[in-house]
């Protein structure tokens, strides 16, 4: 067995299973998504959008075919709470998009599973083998006459840019995960194009306990803009690493408390794709409004280069670019470049101000948010930590 | 009669095309499953599934490139990947990666001459508070250190058969 990652105790399990469908199918479907409304409730995959707007949009498409998909390509450096939801709760999940259907009207869910996680299809297909002979899938759900919905699980094949919602139905319909323009989005041309809600795996979750819970519940929990509990991946170099459940809005410190990551350099929230905040902002908190984050905590301890990490970091995205725009494609390996110049002590300040102005420009002009977030942790780090990195006498 | 190797690779992607379908989004599935029982995708192969999808075979070759766990050259029976990514760097990555290469004999990229291992980098596992973490085809290794790597192998050369490792969790 893997070791046991959970820390602490969740929501997630105090969760009487089927709760929130029964919830949702006692009263009109109209209800269940008011009610998601009033929770507050924001995509758990870290772009925060609004989990009632985006169903409702949905909801209102024309089309007699629509999906619910889950996305459960969670490829983001530092996160792995999607595959505890997924090993230890994954009748939440399904139950979750069950009442996502209901609520938009879809017959069909696909769960987009990332092939480094294939070791989990097993356990998911019984699951849902299960809840097939128990009535909560198939035909006529729970009895409802005219209700049929049924999951079906695919896998990725190993590209991190298909956690963007457009690349990964580009994968879907057997493409390749080169990500779309938005406009149009999923919800009116998404998989095979109909209407399509895409969430995360933790969204799906949540949903189930606010519908089980009350909306008010949810939303007594966290700041007025980010509601909610929050599951966060903690790795690093702290004493109890693994899945945590915090609300949102926590401060750095208090989290680096609870975790035993105290006297940390640096804190890296939302992986790859996120910002490096220094010890000297560890009283900023992490929200939507703040330090947004889709759960992924990297802690540094003080003997760590932050060049490395930046390097990794850069390696990572010069590696998963799809190569489609070009500040993407191109930009990623220039900074990676900067980066070594960095560490062999051949930078000028002029060309580091360079660097940054390309990392810039990739933030405005990439296509999706892969190439838009790529510069994020270099250049927090440039901004940082200026006397760690600039003139380097000890060339490797 | 001699059924020759092509005959019966054909047969299994026919096979395929009947489990998962003969539209565009069957592909992906198609690809995957091929490389699970073949573990190679050949030109041969793209051809025939371009012919039985009714789509041109540079779509096919387009989708192979793309995705990291699909790949044109010849896999071995055995395809270890080593995650690369900053907590399993934290954590000592290198230094199982070095005696992965001393081991196996073979650099990353490469496989080995009796196609029985592939050497290759992932990035993030997803298990990254307990790294270094290593993938032997769909099985996860955590806490691997360069001692350990040994009896990995071991363990793969003493199974018959890549299936008996397929799907299952394994601790080390």
């Given at each position: 067995m893997i070791a046991k990652t959970l820390q602490g105790s969740l929501t997630f399990s105090t969760i009487e299973p089927g709760s929130g469908l029964a919830s949702a199918l006692a009263r009109p479907a109209a209800d269940a998504l008011g009610r998601i409304d009033a929770s507050g409730l924001r995509g758990r995959?870290?772009?925060?959008?609004?989990t009632s707007l985006k169903w409702e949009l949905a909801a209102k498409s024309p089309g007699d075919r629509k999906y619910v998909v889950c996305?459960?390509?969670?490829?983001?450096?530092?996160?792995?709470k999607d595959r505890v939801i997924l090993s230890e709760f994954a009748d939440l999940v399904f139950e979750g998009m069950t009442i996502g259907a209901l609520v938009i009207g879809a017959q069909r869910g696909i769960v987009y599973l990332?092939?480094?996680?294939?070791?989990l299809r097993a356990h998911l297909e019984a699951v849902l083998q299960r809840r097939r002979e128990q009535n909560?899938?198939?035909?006529?759900?729970?009895?409802?006459?005219?209700?049929d919905f049924d999951i079906e699980i695919r896998m990725g094949?190993?590209?991190?840019?298909?956690?963007e919602e457009t690349a990964l139905i580009e994968s879907l319909e057997g493409q390749r995960g080169e990500p779309r323009n938005?406009?149009?989005?999923?919800?009116?041309?998404?998989?095979?194009g109909n209407p399509t809600i895409v969430n995360n795996v933790e969204t799906f979750a949540w949903v189930v306990c606010i519908l089980a819970k009350g909306s008010k519940w949810f939303k007594s929990i966290g700041t007025e803009k980010s509601t909610g509990q929050k599951l966060f991946s903690i790795s690093g170099d702290c004493r109890r690493p693994g899945v945590y459940e915090f609300p949102m809005g926590i401060t750095v410190t208090q989290l680096l408390k609870e975790v035993g990551?105290?006297?940390?350099?640096a804190v890296q929230v939302g992986g790859a794709a996120g910002q490096c905040v220094p010890a000297a902002h560890f009283d900023r908190t992490i929200a939507y409004e703040d330090i947004p984050t889709g759960g992924s905590i990297i802690i540094f301890g003080p003997q760590r280069d932050m060049l490395q990490v930046a390097e990794n970091f850069l390696e990572f995205f010069a590696d998963e670019s799809?190569?489609?725009?070009t500040p993407c494609r191109e930009g990623a390996p220039k900074l990676l470049e900067g980066v070594k110049m960095l560490q062999h002590g051949r930078c000028s300040m002029h060309y580091l101000q360079e660097l940054c102005s390309l990392g810039a420009s990739m933030q405005l002009a990439a296509k999706c948010g892969l190439g838009q977030t790529a510069p994020n942790a270099m250049l927090s780090i440039v901004d940082h930590f200026r006397d760690e990195i600039l003139g380097r006498t000890d060339a490797i | 009669m001699l059924v020759t190797e092509r005959e019966r690779l054909r047969d299994d992607l026919v096979n395929m095309a009947d489990r998962f379908?003969?539209?565009?989004?069957a592909l992906m599935p198609i690809l995957q499953e091929l490389k699970r029982v073949h573990y190679h995708i050949s030109e041969y192969s793209m051809q025939v599934i371009a012919d039985l999808l009714d789509i041109h075979p540079v779509e096919v070759y387009s989708v192979v490139s793309f995705?990291?766990?699909?790949?044109e050259k010849p896999q071995g029976q055995f395809v270890i990947r080593l995650c690369r990514t900053i907590t399993c760097e934290m954590r000592g990555k290198e230094h199982v990666a070095r005696q992965l290469v001393n081991d196996l004999g073979i650099q990353f990229g490469q496989t080995t001459p009796d196609g029985k291992f592939s050497l290759g980098w992932a990035n993030c596992l997803g298990m990254c508070d307990q790294g270094p973490a290593l993938l032997v085809n769909d099985s996860i290794y955590t806490q691997v250190t360069p001692e350990k790597v040994h009896g990995i192998l071991e363990e793969c050369r003493q199974?018959?058969?890549?299936?008996?490792?397929?799907?299952k969790e394994r601790a080390t």
């Amino acid at each position: 067995m893997i070791a046991k990652t959970l820390q602490g105790s969740l929501t997630f399990s105090t969760i009487e299973p089927g709760s929130g469908l029964a919830s949702a199918l006692a009263r009109p479907a109209a209800d269940a998504l008011g009610r998601i409304d009033a929770s507050g409730l924001r995509g758990r995959g870290g772009a925060g959008f609004s989990t009632s707007l985006k169903w409702e949009l949905a909801a209102k498409s024309p089309g007699d075919r629509k999906y619910v998909v889950c996305n459960a390509d969670e490829g983001e450096p530092g996160t792995f709470k999607d595959r505890v939801i997924l090993s230890e709760f994954a009748d939440l999940v399904f139950e979750g998009m069950t009442i996502g259907a209901l609520v938009i009207g879809a017959q069909r869910g696909i769960v987009y599973l990332r092939a480094e996680y294939t070791y989990l299809r097993a356990h998911l297909e019984a699951v849902l083998q299960r809840r097939r002979e128990q009535n909560l899938l198939g035909k006529s759900v729970c009895g409802r006459e005219g209700f049929d919905f049924d999951i079906e699980i695919r896998m990725g094949a190993g590209a991190y840019v298909c956690g963007e919602e457009t690349a990964l139905i580009e994968s879907l319909e057997g493409q390749r995960g080169e990500p779309r323009n938005r406009p149009p989005f999923p919800i009116d041309t998404g998989y095979l194009g109909n209407p399509t809600i895409v969430n995360n795996v933790e969204t799906f979750a949540w949903v189930v306990c606010i519908l089980a819970k009350g909306s008010k519940w949810f939303k007594s929990i966290g700041t007025e803009k980010s509601t909610g509990q929050k599951l966060f991946s903690i790795s690093g170099d702290c004493r109890r690493p693994g899945v945590y459940e915090f609300p949102m809005g926590i401060t750095v410190t208090q989290l680096l408390k609870e975790v035993g990551g105290e006297g940390a350099k640096a804190v890296q929230v939302g992986g790859a794709a996120g910002q490096c905040v220094p010890a000297a902002h560890f009283d900023r908190t992490i929200a939507y409004e703040d330090i947004p984050t889709g759960g992924s905590i990297i802690i540094f301890g003080p003997q760590r280069d932050m060049l490395q990490v930046a390097e990794n970091f850069l390696e990572f995205f010069a590696d998963e670019s799809c190569g489609q725009c070009t500040p993407c494609r191109e930009g990623a390996p220039k900074l990676l470049e900067g980066v070594k110049m960095l560490q062999h002590g051949r930078c000028s300040m002029h060309y580091l101000q360079e660097l940054c102005s390309l990392g810039a420009s990739m933030q405005l002009a990439a296509k999706c948010g892969l190439g838009q977030t790529a510069p994020n942790a270099m250049l927090s780090i440039v901004d940082h930590f200026r006397d760690e990195i600039l003139g380097r006498t000890d060339a490797i | 009669m001699l059924v020759t190797e092509r005959e019966r690779l054909r047969d299994d992607l026919v096979n395929m095309a009947d489990r998962f379908g003969r539209d565009r989004s069957a592909l992906m599935p198609i690809l995957q499953e091929l490389k699970r029982v073949h573990y190679h995708i050949s030109e041969y192969s793209m051809q025939v599934i371009a012919d039985l999808l009714d789509i041109h075979p540079v779509e096919v070759y387009s989708v192979v490139s793309f995705y990291s766990f699909l790949d044109e050259k010849p896999q071995g029976q055995f395809v270890i990947r080593l995650c690369r990514t900053i907590t399993c760097e934290m954590r000592g990555k290198e230094h199982v990666a070095r005696q992965l290469v001393n081991d196996l004999g073979i650099q990353f990229g490469q496989t080995t001459p009796d196609g029985k291992f592939s050497l290759g980098w992932a990035n993030c596992l997803g298990m990254c508070d307990q790294g270094p973490a290593l993938l032997v085809n769909d099985s996860i290794y955590t806490q691997v250190t360069p001692e350990k790597v040994h009896g990995i192998l071991e363990e793969c050369r003493q199974t018959f058969g890549v299936h008996a490792l397929a799907g299952k969790e394994r601790a080390t």
